[in-house]
C-alpha cells in the first residue's frame, strides 16, 4: 500500500499527469480530419519545387529509373508520395524503369501501379513505356553495378522476361540510357548511395524520396547535389497539390496538423512541470 | 464498391494486430505480445523466403546455367554460416573482408568529392554567390554552424580559448540539428499512426463492417 508522503507540488502533479490523457486526446484530434476532412491550405516548399521541376523539364520520352526501397511498414509516410510522382511521369510522357531494391516494395509497386495509378489510362503500355525490374537486395555496391550494367544485376524483369526482348529496353543498357535517377529509401544514409554512385561519377540529374525524419539529412545536398527531395507525407501532399493530382496525402496532412496539438501539449506540460520544479518554489 | 471475401479477410486480420498494438498504449498486456511476437514471426519468414528466392534466381539457376563464375559470391556467401561453428567460425572473416573491401572501394571516391569538396564547395559559394540579404545570412549561418560544430569534434586539443568558445557554438548548433531531426522522428510516428487509423476506420469500419467503403 503506498504510504502518505509529503504533499506534492503543482509542478509535481503536472509533470505527474496520466500519458494515456494524453495519447487519449492526440487519438481523437487525429480521427476528426479522417472522418470530416478539413482541406487545410498546403505551402508547396522550394524543395518540391525544384523536385517537380526537374520532371516536368524533362523532354518527353526521356528515361526515369526508379530505384524504388520503399516499404510496406513504412507505406504510410511515402505512398503520397510516389503515388502523385509515378503520375506526373506518364502524365509527361516519360519513359520509366522502375525496379526493387527492397524485399517488400515488388509488392507496393504492383499493388499501387495496378490499382491506383493504372499506367494504361494514360495510354502507356508496358515494355514500351514502362518496365518493372524485380527485387533484388542492391545496397550501395548494388546501385554501382546498376549504373553500370543494367543487365548484369537484372537479366528479366518481374515475369521473367530477359531486358533483351523488351522494346523499352532495347538501347538502355547503363547510366547512359538514364536521363533522371529517381532515389526511394527509407534508411537515412542511403541518401549517400545515390550521391555516391550517380550524381559524382556520371553528374546524373536526381530527385530523392524519403521519410519525414530523413529530411534533415537530405537537405544539405539540395540544391547542389539533388535537383530537389521530398521527404514524409507532408510534402507529398505538397507535391499533390502542385502537379493537380490529389491522393492520400491531403487527409493525412489535416490528420496530422491536428494530432500534433496533443503532443504539443505534452511537451508544454513536461517543459512547465521541469521548469516550476527548477525555479518555482513549491507551486 | 463491392468487396470480396478476400479482402474483407485482410481487412479483420490487419485490424485484429493494428488493434492488438494499439493496446500498448494503454499498458503492456498479452493481446499486445502476441500481436508483436505474430508480426515479427511473419516478416522473418517473408524475408528469409524472398531472399531464399534470390539466392536461386540470381545465383543456383544461372550456375547451372553455366555461369560458374557465380560459384565464388555463393561459397562466399556459404562460408558466413560458419559464424555458427565455434571451431570454425573464423573463415567467416574472409567474406566479412571481401564486403567491406568492396564497401570500401565503392563509396571512397564519391565520399570525397560528393560529401567533402562539393559540400564544403557549396558552403562557401552559399555565402558569396547569395543574391538577396536573406539568401547572404542564410549562408552566413550555415557557414557558421558548419565551421563550430566541426570544431566541436575536436578532442585533441583541450577547448579553451578560442576553441572551446567555437565549440560551444558548435554545440548549440549541433542541439538544434538533433531537435529538428527528432521533431521528423515525432511527425513520422504520427503518420504511421495516422495511417493505420485511417486503416481502421476506412478499411475496417466502413469497408469490412459497414460495407459502405
Request: hydrophobic letters at 45%.
Amino acid at each position: 500500500m503506498q504510504g502518505k508522503g509529503p504533499p506534492r507540488s503543482l509542478w509535481e502533479r503536472l509533470g505527474e499527469i496520466d500519458y494515456r490523457w494524453l495519447y487519449a486526446l492526440s487519438l481523437v484530434l487525429m480521427v476528426i480530419p479522417i472522418l470530416r476532412p478539413f482541406g487545410l491550405p498546403t505551402v508547396v516548399s522550394e524543395p518540391t519545387k525544384g523536385y517537380y521541376k526537374a520532371i516536368v523539364d524533362l523532354p518527353p520520352g526521356s528515361v526515369v529509373a526508379v530505384s524504388f526501397g520503399s516499404s510496406l511498414a513504412l507505406l504510410d509516410e511515402q505512398e503520397a508520395q510516389f503515388i502523385a510522382t509515378w503520375k506526373v511521369y506518364f502524365q509527361h510522357d516519360l519513359k520509366v524503369i522502375f525496379y526493387c531494391t527492397y524485399a517488400d516494395s515488388m509488392i507496393i509497386l504492383n499493388e499501387e501501379l495496378d490499382k491506383i495509378v493504372k499506367p494504361e489510362s494514360y495510354g502507356k503500355a508496358y515494355g514500351v513505356d514502362y518496365v518493372r525490374l524485380p527485387y533484388a537486395p542492391l545496397g550501395e555496391s548494388g546501385e554501382a553495378a546498376f549504373a553500370t550494367n543494367i543487365r548484369g544485376v537484372y537479366p528479366t524483369d518481374i515475369y521473367g522476361t530477359p531486358l533483351d526482348e523488351i522494346p523499352m529496353m532495347k538501347d538502355i543498357n547503363d547510366h547512359r540510357g538514364i536521363d533522371l535517377i529517381h532515389f526511394q529509401y527509407t534508411s537515412c544514409t542511403d541518401v549517400e548511395f545515390v550521391i555516391r554512385q550517380w550524381v559524382v561519377p556520371y553528374g546524373k540529374k536526381a530527385i530523392i524520396t524519403t521519410l519525414g525524419c530523413c529530411g534533415p539529412m537530405a537537405a544539405p545536398y539540395y540544391p547542389t547535389q539533388i535537383k530537389g527531395f521530398l521527404s514524409g507525407s507532408g510534402m507529398g501532399t505538397e507535391l499533390e497539390v502542385l502537379s493537380g493530382n490529389p491522393g492520400p496525402g491531403a487527409v493525412m496532412s489535416d490528420a496530422k496538423n491536428l494530432g500534433i496539438l496533443g503532443l504539443l501539449l505534452f511537451l508544454l506540460l513536461g517543459n512547465i512541470s521541469y521548469i516550476g520544479k527548477k525555479f518555482g518554489g513549491k507551486g | 464498391m463491392k468487396v470480396n471475401f478476400w479482402e474483407i479477410l485482410g481487412a479483420w486480420v490487419g485490424a485484429f494486430f493494428v488493434i492488438s498494438v494499439m493496446t500498448m498504449l494503454w499498458k503492456d498486456n498479452p493481446y499486445f505480445r502476441f500481436g508483436q511476437q505474430a508480426i515479427i514471426g511473419a516478416t522473418i519468414a517473408h524475408m528469409v523466403l524472398f531472399n531464399m528466392k534470390n539466392v536461386i534466381n540470381m545465383a543456383l539457376i544461372p550456375i547451372s546455367k553455366g555461369q560458374l563464375l557465380l560459384i565464388i559470391p555463393f561459397i562466399l556467401g556459404l562460408m558466413t554460416y560458419t559464424r555458427l561453428l565455434k571451431d570454425y567460425a573464423w573463415i567467416a572473416k574472409y567474406p566479412t573482408s571481401v564486403l567491406v573491401g568492396v564497401g570500401v572501394g565503392v563509396m571512397i571516391a564519391g565520399t570525397l568529392r560528393g560529401q567533402i569538396i562539393d559540400q564544403v564547395k557549396a558552403t562557401v559559394m552559399d555565402v558569396f554567390a547569395a543574391t538577396t540579404a536573406t539568401d547572404t545570412i542564410n549562408g552566413v549561418i550555415i557557414a557558421v554552424g558548419t565551421v563550430t560544430a566541426i570544431t566541436f569534434w575536436i578532442f585533441t586539443r583541450e577547448h579553451t580559448g578560442a576553441l572551446g568558445m567555437s565549440a560551444k557554438i558548435g554545440r548549440v548548433f549541433l542541439m538544434i540539428s538533433l531537435g529538428a531531426n527528432w521533431a521528423g522522428e515525432e511527425v513520422w510516428y504520427l503518420t504511421q499512426m495516422i495511417g493505420r487509423l485511417i486503416f481502421l476506420i476506412e478499411v475496417f469500419i466502413k469497408g469490412a463492417l459497414l460495407g459502405i467503403a
